[in-house]
């Protein structure tokens, strides 16, 4: 009878060790391995916006993938967008911003909106800039 | 940050949905050529091989920015409120929380520079332990390093104090592009 204990716990043991072992894998070990490696911050998956078209190129199609000639869709960002001076600005003190110093003027672009678009388009007085992030 | 113009033509860019060594793709307008982020150039189309001109700037907090330019403006986008952006991790060098977070980590992020076609890459655990401002050589010229750990940023300054074009990265971001990068440690103090 204490044998059959033993082997029960033991089993009980091993289930419990190996579903612990499944859902580390798939919560941490897994997106690890899939996410690849971003050399700025990870990107944000956006809704693709109106204005769409495709290119064909040689790209990867996913991080980690590998090179293949592909048609990849091209989403619309903005251009030319308004600014607001330091103080009618509604930021958080330790929030990110990409600041820029052109023709004497400052300008900074919150990367929560640089998130939203990876690229943007912009002018600084004459100068017409792309932050990317 | 790119100026958006091919000698004197301007381009405007759209977001590609493709990546070249993990990293973000674009795609202008007018020629529908693809250019690389972090190579600094159009990899594919009719402007294959042609640089993006490199505007220095820097990522730091908001209170940092508007610390350092008062008569700043600000970039809005209408209608859209976006996500603010932190790091979760305001001491670089110590271990990040374990509790799963949409913010960034400081740990393993650094600045880099290529100056005078010398590549290197100061990782903000390191700059920690340094002393700041930091003067050197780098391709044969004077950079100097400045590093704030509470507005969690890293700048390069050249010797008339000209921002130089760096950008914070993740050590192994910086590595997949520049994979011959000098790795900048603090000198040990030996006790």
Request: no cysteine.
């Amino acid at each position: 009878m204490q044998n059959q204990t033993q082997s029960r716990f033991s089993l009980y043991a091993f289930l419990a060790v190996a579903v612990l072992a499944v859902a580390a894998i798939s919560t941490w070990v897994l997106p690890r391995l899939l996410t690849g490696k971003q050399g700025a911050a990870p990107t944000e998956e956006s809704a693709a916006p109106a204005g769409t078209r495709t290119v064909k190129g040689r790209v990867q199609t996913r991080p980690g993938g590998p090179l293949e000639e592909a048609e990849i869709n091209v989403h619309e960002v903005p251009v030319d967008l308004p600014s607001v001076g330091a103080a009618e600005a509604s930021l958080e003190e330790y929030e990110l911003v990409l600041g820029v110093v052109v023709e004497g003027q400052a300008m900074a672009y919150p990367i929560r909106y640089l998130a939203l678009h990876e690229v943007v388009n912009n002018r600084v007085g004459e100068t017409p800039l792309a932050p990317t992030w | 940050m790119y100026a958006r113009r091919v000698g004197e033509q301007e381009v405007t860019f759209d977001f590609a949905e493709g990546l070249l060594q993990n990293n973000l793709l674009f795609v202008d307008r007018e020629t529908s050529s693809i250019w690389s982020q972090l190579h600094g150039q159009a990899v594919s189309g009719p402007l294959e091989g042609t640089p993006l001109q490199v505007v220095a700037s820097m990522q730091t907090t908001w209170k940092f920015w508007r610390q350092l330019h008062p008569d700043t403006r600000v970039v809005t986008v209408e209608g859209e409120e976006g996500r603010p952006y932190f790091y979760r991790n305001r001491t670089p060098g110590t271990r990040p929380p374990k509790k799963r977070s949409t913010t960034h980590d400081t740990s393993v992020l650094g600045l880099g520079l290529v100056v005078g076609g010398h590549a290197i890459y100061f990782p903000f655990r390191e700059l920690e332990r340094a002393t700041t401002p930091l003067t050197l050589k780098l391709g044969g010229e004077q950079v100097t390093i400045h590093y704030r750990q509470s507005a969690l940023t890293a700048w390069a300054e050249d010797a008339e104090g000209n921002l130089l074009p760096g950008v914070l990265a993740y050590e192994q971001g910086w590595r997949d592009f520049n994979p011959g990068s000098e790795t900048y440690r603090a000198a040990t103090v030996s006790r």
